[in-house]
T-cell receptor, first 113, second 118 residues
Framework: DQQVKQNSPSLSVQEGRISILNCDYT??????FLWYKKYPAEGPTFLIS?????DKNEDGRFTVFLNKSAKHLSLHIVPSQPGDSAVYFC????????????FGQGTRLTINP | EAGVAQSPRYKIIEKRQSVAFWCNPI?????LYWYQQILGQGPKLLIQ??????VDDSQLPKDRFSAERLKGVDSTLKIQPAKLEDSAVYLC?????WGQGEAGNTIYFGEGSWLTVV
């Protein structure tokens, strides 16, 4: 069963515009959510996270929004830059447990100049 | 601060052969993970260690995969015998002790070991 889903395998955005990546989850026990960015031939790198006690967390150009009632989170990147082209993974965990992260399938973001 | 180190980076083996991957986590990180990432999919947890004890190995194919973490630091993941469907990137990751607030929930990945089984 896919507990974390990223339904868009790819997304193409013009440089300077906003990129919005979406993620849905089914397990209501998840209370900590992370976004990872992955370049080819490299491991995923941590980008931004949010606890379920918040509905928004911002770090520079990156903002994550959490809608607990809809079991949905999104990552906004504004303005998008060519270096943002990568695969983005959404992940979720139960923070009081053994920190087991469950990942989505990933969304390949391409920023066009 | 040095990151998670893995070796080898790339390995090609024939089916039914064996392979071993090594991981050195970030210094001081008590928790170590091995993930398998098949092309086009997200990483899937194979095994999680807390110090040198296994916390979760529910998705580890124990008939062919084994992992150990001696002395609570370095870890090795072994596959024997390998199958074609084991072709994937094997990612090692580490995190600080859980229970340390949000920082304890962030997992840091190595660059991965790419396995091709032919």
């Amino acid at each position: 069963d896919q507990q974390v889903k990223q339904n868009s395998p790819s997304l193409s955005v013009q440089e300077g515009r906003i990129s919005i990546l979406n993620c849905d989850y089914t397990n209501s026990m998840f209370d900590y959510f992370l976004w990872y960015k992955k370049y080819p031939a490299e491991g995923p790198t941590f980008l931004i996270s949010i606890s379920s006690i918040k509905d928004k967390n911002e770090d520079g150009r990156f903002t994550v929004f959490l809608n607990k009632s809809a079991k949905h989170l999104s990552l906004h990147i504004v303005p998008s830059q060519p270096g943002d082209s990568a695969v983005y993974f959404c992940a979720a965990s139960v923070s009081w447990g053994a920190q087991k992260l469950v990942f989505g399938q990933g969304t390949r973001l391409t920023i066009n100049p | 601060e040095a990151g998670v180190a893995q070796s080898p980076r790339y390995k090609i083996i024939e089916k039914r052969q064996s392979v071993a991957f090594w991981c050195n986590p970030i210094s001081g990180h008590a928790t170590l993970y091995w993930y398998q990432q098949i092309l086009g999919q997200g990483p899937k947890l194979l095994i999680q260690f807390q110090n040198n004890g296994v916390v979760d190995d529910s998705q580890l194919p124990k008939d062919r995969f084994s992992a150990e973490r001696l002395k609570g630091v370095d870890s090795t993941l072994k596959i024997q015998p390998a199958k074609l469907e084991d072709s994937a990137v094997y990612l090692c990751a580490s995190s600080p002790d859980w229970g340390q607030g949000e920082a304890g929930n962030t997992i840091y990945f190595g660059e991965g070991s790419w396995l091709t089984v032919v």
